[in-house]
């Protein structure tokens, strides 16, 4: 099943390291056949405020999303981002095309 990682970023300090960061992530991400699908652009809250910046990758499962984040070369500069912003990471299963709304009820 397709897995994300997902970044809200605040207070990002978009010096020399994050640019650092930028240029050699998607590097990281190759060999994990992952890429962004959400990335830098700027959200239109419909209902309540939205602080930070999302920031979305799609890999192909749960252990491409893994090695990813657990890889030499992504650690190697996971602090030119956690040392110059703010936010929350985590790794979350997606849903298929048939997934229904009341499909959560069948797992509570």
Do not use: C, K
């Amino acid at each position: 099943m397709t897995h994300y990682a997902i970044a809200n970023l605040q207070n990002v300090n978009l010096g020399p390291d994050i640019a650092e960061y930028l240029a050699r992530i998607d590097a990281t991400l190759a060999p994990y056949d992952g890429h962004f699908i959400i990335h830098g652009n700027q959200p239109e809250p419909v209902e309540g405020e939205w602080p930070g910046t999302l920031i979305v990758i799609e890999f192909p499962d749960r252990a491409s999303a893994r090695g990813w984040y657990e890889s030499p070369a992504y650690q190697e500069i996971l602090p030119l981002r956690t040392n110059n912003s703010d936010g929350v990471t985590m790794l979350l299963e997606g849903v298929d095309r048939t997934h229904r709304a009341t499909d959560v009820l069948a797992t509570s």
